[in-house]
């Protein structure tokens, strides 16, 4: 049995998910660092599921719905027959609007190491979940080497080189994942494929749905909702992956109170990272995750009473048993349905 960093809700989890109630295919660990220190923050009612829940890694900061759906339904969802090709993923995200954007800005930080519009010659750029290809258009109109990853659609592959796969050996001064990591079910594992596609002096540009401004911008199913969007992060988690995976941002973005400013753009995390020398470790226990979720429920709790005093697994079993039930109650109606017929 590997020790457990945290606290005694890690604990609490562990028993209560023996004792009460555990939801089908639940995982034990983190899908980001492996850890088992988990919490449970919240129930996250399912369409096709009946209840999964909102756990934290204790020891990465990592929130996540769990269970996770399977490789072959994620695999489905993002094939080019799956839901997600009629998704716009280039809006917003990748609405740079040129050297106006707030995107370019965030380059304003390293412009003596890089210029994003005048590129050295030769300069790669990588895109991980390109889409349409709007910022690979922009950034070939700079004059970047554009290269994009994306398995739902080929509209940009008819401007710019297509990969299958990021490649193992040093290859991009610029990789960009723009609302990438919070559908993919090993992000860390992505975040070292990036530092190993990068050149040495290579940047990586992450966007993601951010979960610790959550009591700002309220859009908690734009953050996680188990089924495009399966992990979700806080800015201690974001940096602790990025540094296990041998990146450093370049800035640390608004903290909490600052984003109360601007609670639309506090609906996600951006960060510009350089490669560092080697992967560090930075402990990022689940703490903003979990004051996150409880500021959020501080206006207007809705919520079933066993879950607001803090018994998720009594209340998601309780949701668990009335939804089994009602199944039963719909084919029972089906079956006298048919039977008069
Ligand atoms: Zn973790």
């Given at each position: 049995m590997d020790s457990l960093p945290?606290?005694?809700?890690?604990?609490?989890?562990?028993?209560?998910?023996?004792?009460?109630?555990?939801?089908?295919?639940?995982?034990?660990?983190c899908p980001a660092c492996n850890s088992r220190a988990l919490i449970d923050l919240d129930i996250l009612p399912q369409r096709n599921r009946s209840v999964a829940f909102v756990c934290a890694c204790e020891t990465c900061g990592m929130v996540f719905a769990n269970?996770?759906?399977?490789?072959?339904?994620?695999?489905?969802?993002?094939?080019?027959?799956?839901?997600?090709?009629?998704?716009?993923?280039?809006?917003?995200?990748?609405?740079?609007?040129?050297?106006?954007?707030?995107?370019?800005?965030?380059?304003?930080?390293?412009?003596?190491?890089?210029?994003?519009?005048?590129?050295p010659a030769g300069a790669r750029a990588l895109d991980f979940g390109c889409g349409g290809g709007k910022l690979l258009d922009e950034l070939q109109a700079f004059g970047w080497d554009t290269w994009?990853?994306?398995?739902?659609?080929?509209?940009?592959?008819?401007?710019?080189?297509?990969?299958?796969?990021?490649?193992?050996?040093?290859?991009?001064?610029?990789?960009?994942a723009?609302?990438?990591?919070?559908?993919?079910?090993?992000?860390l594992d992505l975040l070292r494929q990036f530092a190993a596609a990068s050149q040495p002096t290579g940047f990586l540009s992450v966007s993601v749905p951010r979960f610790d401004t959550l009591p700002v911008h309220r859009d908690y199913k734009y953050v996680l909702n188990g089924r495009a969007h399966i992990v979700a992060y806080t800015w201690p988690c974001l940096r602790a992956l990025l540094a296990m995976a041998g990146w450093i941002p370049v800035q640390a973005p608004p903290d909490v109170a600052a984003a109360?400013?601007?609670?639309?753009?506090?609906?996600?995390?951006?960060?510009?990272?350089k490669r560092s020398a080697s992967p560090d470790t930075v402990p990022a226990p689940a703490a903003a995750a979990f004051a996150a979720t409880r500021d959020y429920y501080r206006q207007g709790d809705a919520r079933p009473?066993?879950?607001?005093?803090?018994?998720?697994?009594?209340?998601?079993?309780?949701?668990?048993?009335?939804r089994r039930r009602a199944l039963a109650a719909a084919k029972i109606g089906r079956v006298q349905s048919d039977a008069r017929a």
């Amino acid at each position: 049995m590997d020790s457990l960093p945290g606290s005694w809700r890690v604990q609490a989890r562990r028993i209560s998910r023996r004792l009460i109630w555990r939801a089908r295919g639940e995982r034990f660990d983190c899908p980001a660092c492996n850890s088992r220190a988990l919490i449970d923050l919240d129930i996250l009612p399912q369409r096709n599921r009946s209840v999964a829940f909102v756990c934290a890694c204790e020891t990465c900061g990592m929130v996540f719905a769990n269970p996770q759906p399977s490789q072959e339904s994620l695999d489905a969802f993002y094939s080019p027959e799956g839901t997600w090709r009629g998704a716009d993923s280039d809006a917003g995200v990748h609405a740079t609007k040129g050297t106006e954007g707030t995107w370019f800005r965030t380059f304003d930080a390293i412009r003596g190491d890089l210029r994003l519009e005048a590129p050295p010659a030769g300069a790669r750029a990588l895109d991980f979940g390109c889409g349409g290809g709007k910022l690979l258009d922009e950034l070939q109109a700079f004059g970047w080497d554009t290269w994009g990853i994306e398995p739902a659609k080929d509209t940009a592959f008819r401007r710019h080189h297509r990969l299958e796969s990021v490649p193992a050996v040093p290859t991009f001064d610029l990789i960009a994942a723009h609302h990438v990591l919070e559908h993919v079910p090993h992000p860390l594992d992505l975040l070292r494929q990036f530092a190993a596609a990068s050149q040495p002096t290579g940047f990586l540009s992450v966007s993601v749905p951010r979960f610790d401004t959550l009591p700002v911008h309220r859009d908690y199913k734009y953050v996680l909702n188990g089924r495009a969007h399966i992990v979700a992060y806080t800015w201690p988690c974001l940096r602790a992956l990025l540094a296990m995976a041998g990146w450093i941002p370049v800035q640390a973005p608004p903290d909490v109170a600052a984003a109360k400013a601007d609670p639309h753009a506090s609906r996600r995390l951006r960060v510009l990272a350089k490669r560092s020398a080697s992967p560090d470790t930075v402990p990022a226990p689940a703490a903003a995750a979990f004051a996150a979720t409880r500021d959020y429920y501080r206006q207007g709790d809705a919520r079933p009473w066993l879950a607001r005093a803090g018994f998720l697994r009594l209340s998601a079993r309780r949701q668990h048993m009335a939804r089994r039930r009602a199944l039963a109650a719909a084919k029972i109606g089906r079956v006298q349905s048919d039977a008069r017929a």
